[in-house]
């Protein structure tokens, strides 16, 4: 089945500890993208990519960081310099243009401990 | 600037009543809409989009949206709500002078009344 994974479903962070949040699409899919969703604040863009070894600053990128080095896969660090990690963080992807639908994945819930 | 409002945060509705999310939008080129639903806890899905022609669209799950040019709007319906369509929904933007990039709504919640 083609999709989108997210993984880990849960992940903890501890004070000063950077964490990977894993995105990986079999959908052929040029472009991806990273959310944030905060309650009552919709989905707000953080990173994206149109292509491999390319990526793009949305509106809320400082604290974390990418890389895009294949295709499939859209990597998400959230480093020590994000202060207010906790969130609902959703990955998608796209064919590229802005008329093409994103699909989703299933999220990874951030908590810091 | 470029925006999307949805101006109703919560609406609860009677399982078979009829249905109607609203979402406004700020943009200054032509603009591509587009309505996603989001079951708790899950990613989003696709119920519809618009990018020109028929301004009345067609979508999943019985959802149908109206483009309203001169109202700057496009509204989501249902006529016969069922209990599986409380989810939050989102209407979102986009436009070839965003570097691909959409606008999105803060979102509705509905709930549903058995």
């Known amino acids: 089945d083609g999709g989108i994974t997210q993984s880990p479903k849960y992940l903890f962070r501890k004070e000063g500890q950077n964490v990977t949040l894993s995105c990986e699409q079999n959908?052929?899919?040029?472009?991806m993208y990273w959310y944030r969703q905060d309650p009552g604040q919709g989905l707000r863009l953080i990173y994206y990519?149109?292509?491999?070894?390319?990526?793009q600053k949305g509106d809320i990128a400082e604290g974390y960081s990418v890389s895009r080095e294949k295709k499939e896969s859209f990597p998400l660090t959230v480093t020590s310099a994000q202060k207010n990690p906790t969130a609902f963080y959703l990955c998608?992807?796209?064919?590229?243009?802005?008329?093409?639908?994103?699909?989703f994945g299933p999220g990874t819930r951030l908590l810091v401990l | 600037a470029q925006s999307v409002t949805q101006p109703d945060i919560h609406i609860t509705v009677s399982e078979g009543a009829s249905l109607e999310l609203r979402c406004n939008y700020s943009?200054?080129?032509?603009?591509?809409l587009f309505w996603y639903v989001q079951s708790p806890g899950q990613g989003l899905q696709l119920l519809l989009k618009?990018?020109?022609?028929d301004t009345l669209v067609q979508g999943i799950k019985g959802f149908e949206a109206e483009f309203k040019r001169s109202q700057s709007s496009f509204n989501l319906r249902k006529p016969s709500v069922h209990w599986s369509d409380a989810a939050e929904y989102f209407c979102?933007?986009?436009?070839?002078?965003?570097?691909?990039?959409?606008?999105w709504g803060l979102g509705t919640s509905l709930a549903v009344n058995p």
């Open positions: 618009y990018f020109s022609g």
């Open positions: 990519s149109q292509i491999v070894n390319d990526f």
């Open positions: 998608a992807s796209s064919f590229g243009g802005v008329e093409e639908t994103q699909y």
């Open positions: 943009y200054g080129a032509t603009p591509y």
């Open positions: 959908l052929n899919h040029d472009a």
């Open positions: 979102a933007v986009g436009g070839a002078g965003n570097n691909r990039k959409l606008i």
